[in-house]
Nanobody, 125 residues
């Protein structure tokens, strides 16, 4: 059974940094894509970025480009989201997601087939 577990969320002041982790188990992720999404209260879940597992190619939403970085550690079965220069509008529950295989797009929640439980990130002004 696929399991994704996020950690690293918390409260941080604007301009600060956090690093989220997503540890996966129950499958060997040798090909496919993993992504990060976020959902603020009263809003839909939105795309943050993704990474292809084999080539390590990354793509980011415009709202986080230049501030957030996605990376992965194959040996530790872990995905990371380094968030710098955080803004109050980054406040949300952050989710990691996995897709075993490939699709034509990876910026919609429906593009992924496994999800973590989420971790809260709160940025104070």
């Amino acid at each position: 059974q696929v399991q994704l577990v996020e950690s690293g969320g918390g409260l941080v002041q604007a301009g600060g940094s956090l690093r989220l982790s997503c540890t996966y188990s129950g499958f060997t992720f040798s090909r496919g894509v993993m992504g990060w999404f976020r959902q603020a209260p009263g809003k839909e879940r939105e795309f943050v970025g993704y990474i292809t597992w084999s080539g390590g190619l990354t793509t980011y939403a415009d709202s986080v480009k230049g501030r957030f970085t996605i990376s992965r550690d194959n040996a530790k079965n872990t995905l990371y989201l380094q968030m710098n220069n955080l803004k109050p509008e980054d406040t949300a529950v952050y989710y990691c997601a996995a897709l075993r295989g490939f699709r034509s797009s990876y910026d919609r929640p429906s593009d992924f087939d496994s999800w973590g439980q989420g971790t809260q990130v709160t940025v104070s002004s």
